[in-house]
């Protein structure tokens, strides 16, 4: 399995509220995304890096920041949650930035802002 | 609109029979198919995938054939076990600005009977 390790596994907070999800790598890939799974949507890119302080938006990035300060680490900021980010949140890293090779997932974040 | 889809939310086979999982896509530039399985409380995990020039990949029990001119692709299992009950992502990936980017499907829950 791939060394990813997403935390918290749970959380639930308020609406308003800072949140912050953590990916740690121990794979030291270039590539790390952020993902979401909804019901009906199968999972959406929130936002991607391609190096240490290198990050790009990706499909459904609105509310969402994120900051790479060492390969080995990819954090998510929702800077003031609102219901509608109630989700399960998944990182994903690759290798490089060839087509012909897959990503790998963590086992996921469950958020729930009430 | 979705560049992914898979038009089947669930499907029911018997224990020893062929499972085929179907999925359409719409943007010809995608040059790179996977499919994904997924189980409750966990991360999406690779199973297979194909590039765009070929129309057909095996692995074991897992066949993954594309069809460019329909933008089709299919997932052949056989013969289905009770293990393989999960839902199946497929995903087309696409290079944007030296990323790889992957567009996943809405899923389909596959579930094996006895």
């Known amino acids: 399995d791939a060394g990813i390790t997403q935390s918290p596994r749970h959380k639930v907070t308020e609406t308003g509220t800072p949140v912050t999800l953590r990916c740690h790598q121990t794979?030291?890939?270039?590539?790390m995304y952020w993902y979401r799974q909804d019901p009906g949507h199968g999972l959406r890119l929130i936002h991607y890096?391609?190096?240490?302080?290198?990050?790009d938006k990706g499909e459904v990035s609105d509310g969402y920041s994120v900051s790479r300060s060492k390969t080995e680490d990819f954090l998510l900021t929702l800077e003031s949650a609102t219901s509608s980010q109630t989700s399960v949140y998944f990182c994903?890293?690759?290798?490089?930035?060839?087509?012909?090779?897959?990503?790998?997932f963590g086992d996921g974040t469950r958020l729930s802002i009430l | 609109d979705q560049q992914v889809k898979q038009n089947s939310p669930s499907l029911s086979v018997q224990e020893g029979r062929i499972s085929i999982l179907n999925c359409d896509y719409t943007n010809s530039m995608f040059d790179y198919f996977l499919w994904y399985k997924k189980y409750p409380a966990e991360g999406p995990t690779f199973l297979i995938s194909i590039s765009s020039i070929k129309d057909k990949n095996e692995d074991g029990r897992f066949t993954v054939f594309l069809n460019k001119s329909a933008k089709h692709l299919s997932l052949h299992i056989v013969p289905s076990q009770p293990g393989d009950s999960a839902v199946y992502f497929c995903?087309?990936?696409?290079?944007?600005?030296?990323?790889?980017?992957?567009?996943f499907g809405q899923g389909t829950r596959l579930t094996i009977n006895p």
């Open positions: 794979e030291n890939h270039r590539y």
């Open positions: 994903a890293i690759s290798e490089g930035s060839l087509t012909n090779q897959p990503q790998h």
């Open positions: 890096s391609y190096g240490v302080k290198d990050t």
């Open positions: 995903a087309a990936s696409d290079i944007i600005q030296g990323a790889q980017k992957l567009v």
